[in-house]
Every structure is written in structure tokens, then in C-alpha cells.
T-cell receptor, first 112, second 114 residues
Framework: GENVEQHPSTLSVQEGDSAVIKCTYS??????FPWYKQELGKRPQLIID?????GEKKDQRIAVTLNKTAKHFSLHITETQPEDSAVYFC???????????FGTGTRLKVLA | NAGVMQNPRHLVRRRGQEARLRCSPM?????VYWYRQLPEEGLKFMVY????????ESGMPKERFSAEFPKEGPSILRIQQVVRGDSAAYFC????????????FGPGTRLLVL
């Protein structure tokens, strides 16, 4: 079945520390994995993505890693800042379609 | 380049009324997706459309819900005879031809059914 599990559901870190959020997917045909940041009452914003032919991608303080064999991918945020506080969602495309299956979200709180 | 536009941003309906949600994709985007987000939950796929075609409606409830993306004008998500359980945020996303997997989201319509 179509399923993306996301952990942890909440995460508190001190400003300057790193944050890691992990997702596991069930569909071996998934080939695209975006991460979205959603602030309260706002739209989900694409922050980084990775395709199945790549193992890691980095954009400044944000990186994503993908392990196709284990079917999991992770978001890494380094040197966290208070403005990183938001809900983060992972997603995976389903069976070669463009339909996203979303994880349940991680509420990240960066403490100043 | 304006982003994905949705209107209205907030919509209040009484049980039994109809709700019409509109989505204008980003300029040059011909693929539209609708997702529903219940309070404190993730987004759930509803339907994927291209101009004048429904490509995948596997996430749409069988009754009362319909979607269209006409040749001219915005995509419309229509909910007939709304019930309290329809209260949610409805997000539209769009993607360009050739990079269909990368979806950009609109600001959402928050539907409240009284």
C-alpha cells in the first residue's frame, strides 16, 4: 500500500544545533522525494528535493540523503535558527505517478 | 511571476450548501493537483488534472466532490451538500510540463462548515 512514515513528530533543538528528520516509504517505484516547510497558516514551501538516482543533495544549511535499498530518506538542517521553526513534511511520488504521498509532519522548534 | 493563486482564502458554509474552490496555476504550468489537510494532519492527495482532463482522481471521495480544469480559466474543486467533516484546508499545487513531479503550492482555501 501507499505509505510514508515520518519521525519524529516533534523535535526541539537549541539554536545552532542540527536537526534530522527521517522518512520511510513503502513503494519501491517511488522516484522523487520532496521536502516541504509549512509555517502556521501558510502554504507548504518546497525547500529541497531529491531524485532516486542521487544519494545526497545539499543546499546551504539543508541537505537530504536517500537510501533506496532501505527505502528511507532524511532531511538534515545544520546551524538551526529560530526562523527554521515550522512543520516539515516529507513526500514521495507514488508508483511512477506525480501523486504525492505525504508523511505526517514534524513540528520543529528551534529554541533561542 | 505570480505563484499559484487560490480563492477564496476562507470560506464559510452551512451544512448542505455548495462550496466552490478556485485555483489558478503558475504561468506556464498545465498540471494541477488538489490536496486536503485536516487540522494537525498531513496533506492527502485528492485529484490530478491537466487541461480538460482528469488524470488521477483516486483520492476523491466517491460522492459530492468533483473537480475540473477547463481549457480557459481556473481549476475548480466543487463540494456539494457540505458536511462538518469537510472542514479543512484545501491546497492546490501546479507543475510545469516536463517537470511534473515538482509541485508548487498555493496559499490554500480554509473551508469551515457550520
Amino acid at each position: 500500500g501507499e505509505n510514508v512514515e515520518q519521525h519524529p513528530s516533534t523535535l526541539s533543538v537549541q539554536e545552532g544545533d542540527s536537526a534530522v528528520i527521517k522518512c520511510t516509504y513503502s513503494d519501491s517505484a517511488s522516484n522523487y522525494f520532496p521536502w516541504y516547510k509549512q509555517e502556521l497558516g501558510k502554504r507548504p514551501q518546497l525547500i529541497i528535493d531529491i531524485r532516486s538516482n542521487v544519494g545526497e543533495k545539499k543546499d546551504q544549511r539543508i541537505a537530504v540523503t536517500l537510501n533506496k535499498t532501505a527505502k528511507h530518506f532524511s532531511l538534515h538542517i545544520t546551524e538551526t535558527q529560530p526562523e527554521d521553526s515550522a512543520v516539515y513534511f516529507c513526500a514521495a511520488t507514488f508508483r511512477g505517478t506525480y501523486k504525492y504521498i505525504f508523511g505526517t509532519g514534524t513540528r520543529l522548534k528551534v529554541l533561542a | 511571476n505570480a505563484g499559484v493563486m487560490q480563492n477564496p482564502r476562507h470560506l464559510v458554509r452551512r451544512r448542505g450548501q455548495e462550496a466552490r474552490l478556485r485555483c489558478s496555476p503558475m504561468k506556464g504550468h498545465s498540471h494541477v493537483y488538489w490536496y486536503r489537510q485536516l487540522p494537525e494532519e498531513g496533506l492527502k492527495f485528492m485529484v490530478y488534472l491537466q487541461k480538460e482532463n482528469i488524470i488521477d482522481e483516486s483520492g476523491m471521495p466517491k460522492e459530492r466532490f468533483s473537480a475540473e480544469f477547463p481549457k480557459e480559466g481556473p481549476s475548480i474543486l466543487r463540494i456539494q451538500q457540505v458536511v462538518r467533516g469537510d472542514s479543512a484546508a484545501y491546497f492546490c499545487a501546479s507543475s510545469p510540463q516536463g517537470v511534473e513531479e515538482t509541485q508548487y503550492f498555493g496559499p490554500g482555501t480554509r473551508l469551515l462548515v457550520l
